[in-house]
């Protein structure tokens, strides 16, 4: 019976067989001889909340996010600030350019095509010598100026408005034209070179 003699074997195992039980919580701390030493060891996340020092960690830390906070909403107000002054800049540099624009280019074109005509299409047009002479001087006056000189020019112009001094040759050459213009029956002007500035 070779069967019985396994049980009694396996029984006499068991009866050797001791059972430990592991150590309790205040057996490791009294073997480790402080509790905050074993409450280290047993915190597996290192956030002990109950250790001393973390509710001002905790306060310092929060405080620095509100200063880091409160100076990135600081910078954005700032920057959104500026890019509003700026548009609005923008906005004013438009409404007083758009027109004196307008009206040089239609002084550019007109001095142009009237130069560029035929010597007997300007005796038509302007009876005298003296006016035809006119014509010539604004030709050539305009196209002195170029494009960056016009601009700069405007913003003279806009300066010496401030400090109310005389008129730029922006605003004296289209009135000259007009006035040459007014002299030929034959051309009609439009509204808008007679608009002033």
């Known amino acids: 019976m070779a069967g019985s003699e396994d049980v009694r074997g396996l029984a ?5 067989l001791h059972v430990d039980a592991s150590p309790s919580r205040e057996e490791v701390t009294n073997g480790h001889g402080n509790a ?23 306060k310092r830390e929060w405080e620095h996010r509100q200063e880091q906070f409160h100076k990135m909403g600081y910078r954005d107000g ?32 007109i001095t142009s095509a009237l130069a560029s005509l035929p ?3 300007k005796e038509k047009l302007l009876f005298d010598a003296q ?15 170029s494009a960056e000189g016009a601009l700069r020019l405007f913003h003279e112009s806009i ?4 400090h109310q001094a005389e008129e730029s040759k922006l605003q004296t050459i289209p009135k ?9 029956p034959d051309v009609q002007v439009s509204e808008e070179l007679k608009r002033v500035p």
């Open 78 to 109: 700032i920057t959104e600030g500026q890019k509003d002054i700026a548009q609005e800049g923008f906005n004013l540099g438009h409404r007083q350019s758009v027109h004196a624009g307008y009206k040089w280019g239609l002084v550019r074109g």
């Open 176 to 184: 000259d034209l007009l006035l040459l213009l007014q002299e030929c």
């Open 12 to 16: 006499a195992s068991l009866g050797e």
């Open 159 to 162: 300066l010496q408005d401030n």
């Open 131 to 145: 006016r035809r002479g006119k014509l010539e001087d604004l030709h050539k006056s305009v196209k002195e100026i």
């Open 119 to 121: 010597d007997t299409q």
């Open 36 to 58: 905050a030493a074993a409450a280290a060891d047993d915190d597996v996340w290192g956030d002990a909340s109950d250790s001393p020092g973390h509710d001002s960690n905790l």
